[in-house]
Every structure is written in structure tokens, then in C-alpha cells.
């Protein structure tokens, strides 16, 4: 679990990467965050609640992503705080999760607003602790699910709460998730994706189906090249074991999804020859044979072992 989050981290860590998945969640595909725009902040949320006897209760947990971008328009220019959950699986309480997280940011802004104040605030002002003309900046997280099956969990807080009246609900806040599967994105909005999110989507969305991924991948040139962090992240979550070189810069996805599917051809007849030679239909040397190798290779591929030269141990 410690490889699939530190190598998503990362992964999506890339400037243009991040920018590209929010882009894509908020703006249909429109490139209006800029990657140089981005400024990484300390992922570490704190805050210090205090309870109704008084005491601090300090919370501290780690997001795995924040940064601030500066979004500017026609007129103006204005600053939003963004944040990236990475799951590798499931999270049934994903938006109590992500809630406090947000909850925290904004305590922070708030708490960061007073400790640069360089006058004292006065009456209802002081009580808040938060003064009539200031401002916190806007917080969204995306939560990004690359497992390869469903996403079961809840998608908003009022998911998790069951069976209750409606009419109380009207008086209790939602919280949804801005949650991102790659499985449920489709075909023709891959093209809003401008970086290698859009490969690892799309192998995440395919994998099982070589002939589907070589096709995609044959048809998309911009696309066909894939970062080495890239590859990374499809072999962690798909178990595809891509090969590469350290030395090659980009990694030739078509050729690298023809392989694949070319010793899957191969695992598939030497687990029906294995078979047979178990079941004594073939000897081993005869099987061997059908395989195009020596009995000395055929038996590195599939674990068996002579014994007299034609048989099983």
C-alpha cells in the first residue's frame, strides 16, 4: 500500500498533471488553471477545536496534496485552495474524510488571518475571531479512485446516513465528494484530458482488454509516448508489468500493450501444454516440442522438471 501512495503522490505531485484533473472536474476541459500558477502548500492539516469543558482537542491529519493556484480572468484574478485525495480502494466514510479536511483548511485561514492582523479586533468582531471584511479563500478536493473495479462507497455525506425524514434533512448540510472514477469517464470526453492522465485513464477504464488498449493507444499519437512515472502508476494499479529501460525517456505504450499481449498468447499455450504433459496426454519432451523450445527452456517457463529426460519429477 506504501508503494501505491507514495508512487501516486508523485504521480500527480506533476504540476501539469494536477492542473489538468481539476480542468478537467470543474472546467469541462477548458485549460483555465495554469500549471505555473500552482503553489504547493504543506499537506499537513492542524487544527485546535476546543470542547464544550474548554480543553483543546488538537486534530492533525495528513492530505495527501494541496496546492494554491491563482485563477485569473478577464478583470480579476482570484485565489482558490486545491486539494487531491489518492485511493487505491474504497473508502466507505470518504466524505466525513474529505469534509474534515476542508473543515481544517478553512479553521487554518481563519486562525492564519489572526496571527497576521496587526490590529486588535473589537466587540463581535473579537468574538469571532474573524473580522466583517475579511475573507477566506474557496477549498475543493478531488478524490481520485484508480482501482479497477466499482466504486461502491457513499458519494456525499447523506448517503451515509440511511433512512430519515426529508423534512429534517432540509435543516442538515451535504457534503459531497468531487470523485473521480476512471471506469465511469466516457470515451468522448477522454480528449478534455491534455496529460498523461488520459493514458492512465484509459488503460484503468481497458485493462483486461489488450486489443481495446492498442487500438486506443495506435489511434492517439499524442498520447502513444507515456512518462516512466506514468508507467509506474498502470503497473502499481494494474498489475500490467510494463517493461522499461532507465534510459529511455518516454515508454512506447503500443508496443509495450503488444508485448504484454503477445506473452499472454504464450502463458495461455504453455498452461494448456503443462497441462497436458500433467495429465500424461504428452510427454515432456513432446511438449517442448509444440512449444518451439528445448525441454531445458520449457521447463524454466512453466516450473516443471525432467526426470530421465521425458518425464515428471
Sequence with gaps: MADKDAIAKEFMQNPKVFADLFNFKIYDGRQVIKPENLTSLDPTALAIPFGLDGKSYPIQKFRDLLKKVCIKYDDRATYVVLGVENQSQVHYAMPVRVMLYDAIQYTNQVAALERKRETNLTGAEYLSGFGRKDRVFPVATATVYYGTDEWTGPRSLFEMFGDYDPELLQFVQDYKLNLIVPSEIEEEDFPKLHSDLNPLFRFLKHTGSESRLVADFSSDSAFRFVDKTTVDMINVFTDANIPYSQNEE????????????????????????????????????????????????????????????????
Aim: hydrophobic fraction near 45%; proline fraction near 0%; charged fraction near 25%.
Design 250 to 313: 518516454r515508454v512506447d505504450m503500443c508496443q509495450a500493450i503488444l508485448d504484454i499481449k503477445a506473452h499472454a498468447s504464450e502463458q495461455g499455450a504453455l498452461n494448456v501444454l503443462t497441462n497436458l504433459v500433467a495429465k500424461g496426454i504428452l510427454t515432456l519432451r513432446e511438449a517442448a516440442e509444440e512449444a518451439n523450445m528445448t525441454v531445458a527452456e520449457f521447463c524454466a517457463k512453466t516450473g516443471l522438471t525432467e526426470r530421465g529426460g521425458d518425464g515428471l519429477a
